[in-house]
């Protein structure tokens, strides 16, 4: 028994931010942050939380699927900016959608947060604990980043994706996740309540050359290692959905593995660095745009804080 994703969703908040607007509050420009980082513009929270995301997220992966709410058994919920620290995210998300039989637990793995949550849905369902579960990537990074930081802020942006794993036949994948703790400084936030001193702003505080050196070694490390574990070859995958930091980082993976960039789509252009839910975003975006196709197999890989990296594969089978 396997977990097939057999619907997605995704909502990003309505206000964008350009480049342009963003070289109006710190000293940047829209031609550094393109050619240094390939984001264009990316939305931010107004009324939106990460749970008014992530629930209207989880409603369009249910509908997509054609499965009720009360259907669902488990929510698993990856995020580093919830509304509040209790009660966690998913608990949230399961009253507003009204999945009153799922059990629910949030993930803190940052931008391997989505790929945490698929590979814990994965061995609950292989398990045969539950059938049905709904997994979420959901993030309000804005409210992390220091805005007269241009090292960080020119990076992230809001938004939610989330997708529906059930129960059934096809060939079931085994995937990895590695960290880093002692790398950890390289990429931080204490969270307003826990200044570590008064020089610490609560922000996110990034050594952005030493995260994009461990990026371009460890991907690719992982990718090779998942197809080993896994006995597929590289050009079994057809699809190479990698967390969307930065477009230089994920050519780089490319060309480190020598595959055409074709195979690594993109959307960070629109959206920035969207952290647990860049990864169920993009898959929802492909699907829609008819780049998915049903037998495509996909490789997902997820690099940040920790530091963390995995991967994991699977095979695509909606229509
Ligand atoms: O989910 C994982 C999250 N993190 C990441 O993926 C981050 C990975 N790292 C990166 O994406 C890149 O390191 C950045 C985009 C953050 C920075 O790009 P870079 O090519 O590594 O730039 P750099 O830090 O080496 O800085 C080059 C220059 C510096 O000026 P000097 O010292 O050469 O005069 C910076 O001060 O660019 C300057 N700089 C900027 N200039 C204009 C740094 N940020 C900016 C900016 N606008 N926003």
Redesign the pocket.
């Known amino acids: 028994m396997t977990g097939r994703i057999c619907g997605t969703g995704f909502c990003v908040p309505e206000r964008v931010m350009d480049n342009k607007e963003l070289s109006g509050m710190?000293?940047?420009?829209d031609e550094?942050?393109r050619e240094?980082?390939g984001i264009e513009r990316r939305r931010i929270i107004t009324e939106e939380t990460t749970v008014s995301m992530a629930a209207k997220a989880a409603e369009r992966a249910l509908a997509d699927a054609g499965i009720s709410p009360e259907q669902v058994e488990l929510i698993i919920t990856a995020t580093i900016s919830s509304n509040v620290i209790l009660p966690c995210t998913a608990c949230e998300v399961q009253k507003e959608i009204g999945a009153a039989w799922a059990a629910c637990f949030d993930v803190n793995a940052?931008?391997c947060g989505f790929l945490t949550a698929f590979q814990i849905a994965q061995t609950y369902i292989a398990a045969g604990v539950y059938r049905t579960i709904l997994i979420i990537g959901s993030e309000s990074l804005s409210k992390l980043t220091d805005w007269t930081d241009?090292?960080?802020?020119?990076?992230f942006g809001d938004g939610a994706g989330a997708a529906v794993l059930t129960a059934g036949e096809g060939r079931s994948f085994r995937g990895i996740l590695h960290s880093d703790g002692s790398k950890g400084a390289a990429?931080s936030c204490s969270g307003s309540h826990w200044k570590a001193d008064e020089n610490d702003s609560g922000f996110m505080k990034?050594d952005?050359?030493e995260?994009?050196k461990f990026?371009v070694k460890r991907v690719p490390e992982v990718i090779h290692e998942v197809l080993k574990l896994n006995d597929c070859s590289i050009d079994d995958i057809d699809y190479f959905v990698v967390?969307q930091?930065?477009r230089?980082?994920i050519e780089s993976v490319a060309k480190r593995l020598d595959l055409d960039a074709e195979k690594f789509p993109m959307n960070l252009q629109e959206y920035g660095?969207t952290?647990s839910a860049s990864i169920p975003i993009l898959l929802d975006e492909l699907r829609r745009n008819g780049v998915l196709k049903k037998g495509n197999r996909i490789l997902l890989a997820g690099?940040?804080?920790g530091l963390s990296w995995g991967a994991g594969i699977l095979d695509w089978i909606i229509e």
């Open positions: 710190v000293d940047t420009s550094w942050i240094r980082t940052a931008c241009r090292g960080t802020c020119i990076l990429l990034m952005g050359r995260v994009f990026a967390h930091a930065n230089r980082i660095n952290s690099f940040g804080a």
